[in-house]
């Protein structure tokens, strides 16, 4: 899997394309027409590219055997984060900052927070909660109900891995 931005033909302009692990043959490609990708993530067989744009759809998602066009979302994914099948993107829905945590496979809102801009930085090995950063603080957030707890203020988090310690 590669995802490019501009290049020459035939990856030209902004998209993905499934190459063959030995040969480099491509075996399926699709152009994802925001102007940038950021942020490569595969999970569950899909393929999700983000990138900050004022022009269209900033995350998109494809299929990871044929490069199908699966679904987009007016929301960026920070970084390549997933937690059991979900992803938490962040936007601006009607002038409001907000997080959203997406079902990877169909694109689908499963939980939406008003006024929380969260900034995914990692999630726990079982997949039950997010890290991110929001503001000045390192955060969890549940992955199924959205709810977040405070786990750290004035570290301005940029990055975070996790340990089992």
């Known amino acids: 899997m590669v995802a490019y931005n501009y290049g ?14 030995v040969t480099g ?3 399926g490609a699709a ?3 925001n102007g940038n990708v950021d942020t490569l993530l595969v999970d569950h ?10 022009w269209e759809a900033d995350t998109a998602a494809f299929g990871l055997r044929d490069a199908k066009p699966l679904w987009t979302a ?22 409001v900052r907000s997080s959203r945590i997406l079902d990877v496979r169909t694109g689908r809102v499963l939980v939406s927070d008003v006024w929380k801009y969260y900034d ?10 997010f890290y991110v950063a929001w503001g000045h603080s390192l955060q969890t957030v549940d992955a199924t109900t959205g709810k977040s707890a405070w786990l750290a203020s004035y570290v301005y988090p940029k ?5 089992p310690t």
């Open 25 to 27: 043959a491509a075996r």
């Open 45 to 54: 067989g899909v393929v999700v590219v983000s990138g900050e744009s004022r």
């Open 74 to 95: 007016d929301f960026y994914l920070y970084q390549p984060v997933a937690a059991n099948g979900r992803i938490l993107v962040r936007g601006w829905k009607d002038n």
């Open 120 to 129: 995914v930085l990692a999630a726990d090995d079982a997949g039950t909660k």
């Open 8 to 21: 020459t033909a035939p990856y030209s302009g902004t998209g993905v394309a499934i190459l063959d692990a």
């Open 31 to 33: 152009q994802n027409n």
């Open 159 to 163: 990055y975070a891995a996790i340990s």
